[in-house]
């Protein structure tokens, strides 16, 4: 148990916390919409010695196309999750509370990685569920990383307030950023959650000229419109088309039961993409 770096106390025992747009208010003794972090006493807590996942899987799993290509990558994730789609798949470690059953502390999560560099590992992806819930243990276990000189990944859906972001950027080398659609109206309506916040984040990973890949899962009815795709590809263009994009095509999973994504729908969101940017991958196909 750590104590949470972002948070605001309040009357009566209640916190708010600082580290997603969220900004859940907590009472004592409840959880935040991610269930990672909880009010006890009138602080905020995380946990900070267990893990829900860990493996080594190749970078391009992440997927990271353009960046460390051939290497492997210790990946490590926690439970829960500041969304909560429900077309998740890997809904079994990001909607519930207390999965982490693999103890380990930031220190032995190096002290792995530094030892697979023998057989391909350049450093610890932050991925599995999201890994803005875990960001002291994933903040701590960076820098310790960066010290044996192993590189750090953050796959994330981009969900987290300015100040935690840039106190991290400095530590992570490579972001995939989930984009779930792409109008505010559409992230309001699926997600109840700003659009402006994932733009504001790309734009600070690109400011920091920090390497990222975006990806993005076609879902019918949410972000199968090709002229909202174009919008977001032009914006994005405009702050670099050199940006690997990632189409993929989703399945049904955990609550959404919809037919697969049609292959045509989803060719034409990637020829929109490729209008605009120069590096466009389809997957899931
Ligand atoms: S990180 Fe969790 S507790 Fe904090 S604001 Fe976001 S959803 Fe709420």
Same mark, same amino acid.
């Given at each position: +148990? ?9 009357e009566n ?25 909880? /009010?006890?006493?009138? *602080?905020? @807590?995380?946990?900070? =010695?267990?893990?829900?996942? %860990? ?8 997927? $990271? ?8 990558? %210790? ?24 999965? /982490? ?13 530094v030892i697979?560099?023998k057989i ?16 002291? @243990? ?5 820098? $310790?990383?960066?010290?044996?000189? $192993?590189?750090?990944? +953050?796959?994330?859906?981009? @969900? ?35 659009? &402006?916040?994932? &733009?504001?984040? $790309? ?13 993005? %899962? ?6 199968? =419109? ?48 490729? *209008?605009? +940017? &120069?590096?466009?991958? +389809?997957?899931?196909?």
């Open positions: +148990m750590k104590k949470a770096d972002y948070f605001e106390k309040k025992y209640k916190v708010i916390c600082k580290l997603c747009p969220r900004h859940c208010m907590i009472v004592e003794g409840a959880r935040g919409v991610c269930m990672s972090r909880y /009010n006890s006493g009138g *602080d905020l @807590y995380t946990e900070n =010695d267990a893990l829900s996942a %860990l493996g080594l899987d190749p970078i391009e799993k992440k997927p $990271l196309f353009h960046y460390q290509e051939g290497k492997q990558i %210790l990946s490590i994730g926690a439970s829960g999750c500041n969304f909560s789609c429900n077309f998740c798949q890997n809904y079994h470690i990001s909607q519930q509370a207390n999965v /982490n059953h693999i103890k380990k502390t930031p220190e032995e999560v190096v002290e792995e990685a697979l560099k391909g590992n350049a450093g610890i992806a932050y991925t599995y569920s999201e890994p803005v819930i875990m960001y002291e @243990y994933m903040k701590e276990t960076a820098i $310790l990383a960066k010290k044996e000189n $192993l590189i750090n990944v +953050m796959v994330s859906n981009g @969900y987290i307030e300015e100040a935690p972001l840039k106190a991290i950027l400095p530590y992570i080398d490579a972001f995939n950023i989930d984009v779930k659609a792409f109008t505010e109206a559409a992230y309001q309506k699926h997600f109840r959650a700003g659009f &402006q916040h994932i &733009q504001r984040t $790309l734009e600070l990973i690109i400011e920091k000229k920090k390497h990222l890949e975006i990806s993005c %899962l076609i879902v019918p009815g949410i972000n199968d =419109d090709v002229s909202e795709a174009q919008a977001f590809f032009s914006w994005l263009a405009g702050k670099d088309r050199t940006i690997p994009v990632h189409i993929n095509r989703y399945y049904p999973a955990y609550k959404a039961t919809m037919p697969a994504t049609d292959v045509e729908v989803l060719k034409a969101i990637a020829d929109a993409a490729m *209008d605009k +940017m &120069q590096f466009v991958y +389809m997957g899931n196909i």
